[in-house]
């Protein structure tokens, strides 16, 4: 008998511990969701996160998540109107110097409105509360160093990309890989202007320690445009009458930037170094039986050209187009098609190329 109550007490010890606990922990949690006075970082955020620290944001809603997210959407917002003032104020800037500058210093087509700017990495939620109503407030935050720290790095790992692309382009001038190289380039300078502007505002000064080697965006683009400038391209149709396709031809890559020439040009004119591809064409313009309307002419026109490397022989671009006319008479239908293939090459052509 002593035995058996020495056991029944045991229990009872054991069930009024596991009891405690579980009237603690519902006490706890009702305290964190109901609870209280509202924590000061709800209305006066830099207050206990300041800003030389930290970039901050307060959001509420039904829930969490809501809250969360509301958060996340002030925080973000935010950085993006300091991100435009200070893309306004550096174009105002440069605009001021650009008459004594050949490309200027800037952020140029960066970020222009708040919606531009849908991620930044590194913010975090800091801290949530929930009033007596169930309304929940969130705190999202932007640690200044570390967050700093990783777009710093993100800059200079895409600076060392850049500089590649550009000791690469001048290793192989007036060629198109060295033109793609300059064009990655540009793309890859204009994404890191965006890590740029964020930069500037979430540690600025982090963004003023920075002297990036390539300079900006408009710096590259100088380089591709003058690389276009240097890289000469001769045009050589067969079939061409009164030099219409080639006139055509010469038109569309001599406004794209290219240096050209008529491939008629004598051969010192045309030597490999200084037009280095020569685009080969030809066209036929042939009458055939429509199926409809017997009154009308009809003719197929087709053109194909290849864009060749002279120093390789390697064909670099080809390209071709076809189709058909018509007209009452033979002479009227060759002209509509070789009006359609100028304007084909005038549309199409340089977009293919």
Same mark, same amino acid.
């Given at each position: 008998?002593?035995?058996?109550?020495?056991?029944?007490?045991?229990?009872?010890?054991?069930?009024?511990?596991?009891? $405690?606990?579980?009237?603690?922990?519902? &006490?706890?949690?009702?305290?964190?969701?109901?609870?209280?006075?509202? /924590?000061?970082?709800?209305?006066?955020?830099?207050?206990?996160?300041?800003?030389?620290?930290?970039? $901050?944001?307060?959001?509420?809603? /039904?829930?969490?998540?809501?809250? %969360?997210?509301?958060?996340?959407?002030?925080?973000?917002?935010?950085?993006?109107?300091?991100?435009?003032?200070?893309?306004?104020?550096?174009?105002?800037?440069?605009?001021?110097?650009?008459?004594?500058?050949?490309?200027?210093?800037?952020?140029?087509?960066?970020?222009?409105?708040?919606?531009? !700017?849908?991620?930044?990495? =590194?913010?975090?939620? &800091? %801290?949530?509360?929930?009033?007596? #109503?169930?309304?929940?407030?969130?705190?999202?935050?932007?640690?200044?160093?570390?967050?700093?720290?990783?777009?710093?790095?993100?800059?200079?790992?895409?600076?060392?990309?850049? +500089?590649?692309?550009?000791?690469?382009?001048?290793?192989?001038?007036?060629?198109? %890989?060295?033109? $793609?190289?300059?064009?990655?380039? @540009?793309?890859?300078? $204009?994404? #890191?202007?965006?890590?740029?502007?964020?930069?500037?505002?979430?540690? /600025? =000064?982090?963004?003023?320690?920075?002297?990036?080697?390539?300079? #900006?965006?408009?710096?590259?683009?100088? *380089?591709?445009?003058?690389?276009?400038?240097?890289? =000469?391209?001769?045009?050589? !149709?067969? +079939?061409?009458?009164?030099?219409?396709?080639?006139?055509?031809?010469?038109?569309?890559?001599?406004?794209?930037?290219?240096?050209?020439?008529?491939?008629?040009?004598?051969?010192?004119?045309?030597?490999?170094?200084?037009?280095?591809?020569?685009?080969?064409?030809?066209?036929?313009?042939? /009458?055939?039986?429509?199926?409809?309307?017997?009154?009308?002419?009809?003719?197929?026109?087709? !053109?194909?050209?290849?864009?060749?490397?002279?120093?390789?022989?390697?064909?670099?671009?080809?390209?071709?187009?076809?189709?058909?006319?018509?007209?009452?008479?033979?002479? %009227?239908?060759?002209?509509?098609? *070789?009006?359609? !293939?100028?304007?084909?090459?005038?549309?199409?052509?340089? @977009?293919?190329?």
């Amino acid at each position: 008998m002593h035995k058996i109550i020495k056991n029944l007490c045991i229990m009872l010890c054991l069930l009024l511990i596991v009891l $405690s606990g579980c009237a603690t922990a519902a &006490k706890t949690d009702k305290a964190h969701t109901a609870g209280g006075k509202a /924590p000061l970082w709800i209305s006066e955020p830099s207050s206990v996160y300041p800003e030389a620290l930290y970039l $901050s944001g307060v959001g509420y809603g /039904p829930s969490r998540r809501d809250a %969360e997210d509301a958060a996340v959407a002030v925080l973000i917002k935010a950085v993006s109107q300091k991100v435009e003032a200070q893309s306004s104020s550096v174009q105002l800037m440069d605009a001021e110097v650009s008459s004594a500058q050949n490309v200027r210093r800037g952020f140029s087509s960066v970020i222009r409105t708040s919606s531009t !700017v849908d991620e930044i990495s =590194g913010l975090a939620i &800091k %801290e949530t509360w929930a009033d007596k #109503n169930g309304t929940v407030y969130a705190l999202a935050v932007i640690n200044r160093e570390d967050v700093g720290s990783h777009y710093e790095a993100k800059i200079k790992a895409a600076e060392d990309g850049i +500089n590649g692309f550009i000791l690469f382009a001048a290793d192989n001038p007036a060629s198109f %890989e060295a033109l $793609s190289a300059l064009k990655k380039a @540009a793309a890859s300078a $204009s994404e #890191n202007e965006k890590n740029l502007s964020l930069l500037s505002v979430i540690h /600025p =000064g982090k963004y003023k320690n920075l002297s990036l080697a390539y300079k #900006n965006t408009q710096t590259v683009e100088a *380089l591709l445009y003058r690389e276009i400038e240097k890289t =000469g391209i001769a045009v050589e !149709v067969e +079939n061409d009458k009164n030099k219409r396709i080639e006139t055509a031809f010469l038109k569309a890559l001599k406004d794209a930037g290219f240096k050209t020439a008529s491939g008629t040009s004598s051969a010192a004119d045309l030597s490999s170094d200084v037009f280095p591809y020569i685009l080969k064409a030809s066209i036929t313009v042939e /009458p055939f039986k429509g199926k409809t309307a017997a009154d009308n002419i009809y003719v197929r026109y087709t !053109v194909h050209a290849d864009l060749t490397d002279r120093r390789t022989g390697k064909i670099v671009l080809p390209w071709s187009i076809s189709g058909r006319e018509a007209h009452i008479t033979q002479s %009227e239908a060759e002209n509509r098609a *070789l009006r359609t !293939v100028e304007n084909e090459i005038k549309e199409k052509f340089l @977009a293919h190329f």
